[in-house]
Structure formats: C-alpha cells, structure tokens
C-alpha cells in the first residue's frame, strides 16, 4: 500500500479515473474541493465549492458534475443542472454515472429520510426513499444489475437494472459487524466487488457469488471509497478521511495494485 496524495481530506471520497485525460478525481465532503489528479506525475489542482459536495460525475462533453447538499450542479459555472425540486435528506453522498449515461446518486439523512435519485437530460428523478446513508454502487458488465450500499444495514444489496428503472431489490451479501460497515465500492473486470470499509481499516473484495475472499490492509481506520485506473486500470486507489480519525495516515488517498484490472467508467451524456 502507497499514498497516491498526501492531502488530508476531512472526509475523501469519490475517487474516479479518466481515462481520457489520464486524471484521477477524488473530493473531500467536508472541505467542499475536488481533487484533480495527473496520473503520470501525480502532480494536481484543487477546485473550491460553496457546499459540501458527495460525489461527481465526469460528462462526454468534458464537463463536471458536482452533487452537493441542495442539488446536483455544473462545476464550471455553478448553476444547477436540472429543475428546482426539494431533496429528500441532508445532502447527497455516493453516486456515480450508470450504463445508460444517467447520473445515479443518494442522500444521506438520520432515520431513512434520504433518497435515491436518477439524473437524466436536466431532470432528476427519486427512485426510492428511505435511504440513511446512501453510498457504494456499480453495474454487472451486462448492465442488467446494479449492486448498491446503504451503509447502515451493513450489506450489499442488489437490483435488477433496465432502462433506468430498478426492481427486485434483495441482499447479495452482509457485512460482518467486526469487518466495518461497507462504504464506496466498485466492480473489477471479473465482476468481483471491492467494498471500502468505513472504521475497518481496509478494502474487502467480496467475489460475484458473494463470498467474503480477503481484506486490503489500510493505515487509517475510516476508508471511504475505491475505484481502478491508471495504466490498464490495474491500479486500485483508495481514499479515507481524517474527521474523528487521529492516526497519521488517516485522510490521505492511497493506492495498491491487487492483482486485477478494472472497468472504464460510464460518462454522463
């Protein structure tokens, strides 16, 4: 395990790969920046928002997305990229672009009073509600099924996905409570899952079948997200956050390279 940036996010997140730019992005919640990384020099630029921001999406036209406590919003300019409606939890967390070019993205909010929600061509659209902290989700390599996380239940749970629409919601795996509670996640090429471990300590990479097959080792308690770039997307970076957290290594993004390859990211159309 190496550290990829030395910046301590108070909450890192949302780590992604362009392989277009060769650029990995990464976000901090609570310092409301993302994180625009060089992949061959690791040299990189910070962007500032005026909210706290969960996730983002990267679009076919070279634009940003950025998904932050009221809305989803155009990082260039700061305007709202769909139409005013009232958001059901405190911000959003988690999402990331589906198979069909649609931003997917959650709520966190005490009680379930979050919601997950779908952004396409300027409208978003709730799915479910009864979220509480909406996190991890990736597609199957056919686009038939989408594996989702709220952490709270400590499971990965999964949908039948088609056309924008999910059904069929059941548990694909549960999380041992001394493991950590399950966080960002993504699929490798296998469509094995590798599932960020919030207070765990590490990654843990769960096979398509659900079967628990090893734990990654971090130096920090509180792991927040996972995602597979670099050079034939072979390399897994990982980020963690220092809120709470007092050991050294805690908020940095690190970044290992766990035998496997992973899939291109899907861009927002």
Same mark, same amino acid.
């Given at each position: ?98 198979? /069909?070019?649609?931003?997917? =993205?959650?709520?966190?909010?005490? %009680? *379930?009073? &979050? ?6 061509? @300027? ?64 699929? /490798?090429?296998?469509?094995? =899952?590798?599932?960020?471990?919030? %207070? *765990?300590? &590490? ?6 079948? @659900? ?59």
């Amino acid at each position: 395990m190496q550290i990829w940036n030395e910046e301590k996010c108070i909450v890192g997140e949302g780590v992604l790969f362009d392989s277009r730019t060769d650029t990995v992005w990464f976000l901090d919640i609570r310092g409301k920046r993302l994180y625009k990384s060089h992949y061959p020099t690791g040299k990189y630029e910070t962007i500032e928002l005026p909210q706290q921001v969960g996730c983002m999406a990267l679009c076919e036209n070279g634009r940003v997305l950025a998904a932050m406590e009221d809305g989803v919003y155009w990082v260039d300019t700061l305007e709202k990229a769909h139409q005013d409606i009232a958001i059901k939890g405190r911000r959003f967390n988690d999402g990331k672009v589906g198979p /069909d070019g649609a931003f997917y =993205l959650g709520t966190v909010d005490a %009680d *379930g009073k &979050g919601a997950f929600y779908r952004l396409k061509d @300027g409208t978003l659209t709730e799915l479910f509600d009864g979220c509480t902290c909406s996190n991890g989700l990736d597609w199957t390599a056919d686009g038939k099924q989408m594996y989702y996380i709220d952490t709270p239940k400590r499971m990965v749970e999964l949908f039948d996905f088609e056309n924008g629409q999910l059904s069929n919601r059941r548990c694909f795996a549960k999380i041992p409570a001394e493991t950590g509670k399950p966080d960002g996640m993504t699929l /490798d090429s296998r469509g094995d =899952l590798w599932v960020a471990l919030w %207070d *765990g300590s &590490g990654v843990l990479h769960i096979d398509s079948a @659900g079967n628990i097959l090893e734990k990654i080792e971090l130096p920090c308690k509180r792991v927040s997200c996972c995602a597979f770039g670099g050079e034939n997307l072979e390399t897994l970076f990982i980020t963690s956050a220092a809120f709470e957290e007092p050991s050294p290594g805690a908020g940095k993004t690190y970044y290992c390279k766990p035998g496997v390859s992973g899939n291109p990211i899907f861009y927002y159309k």
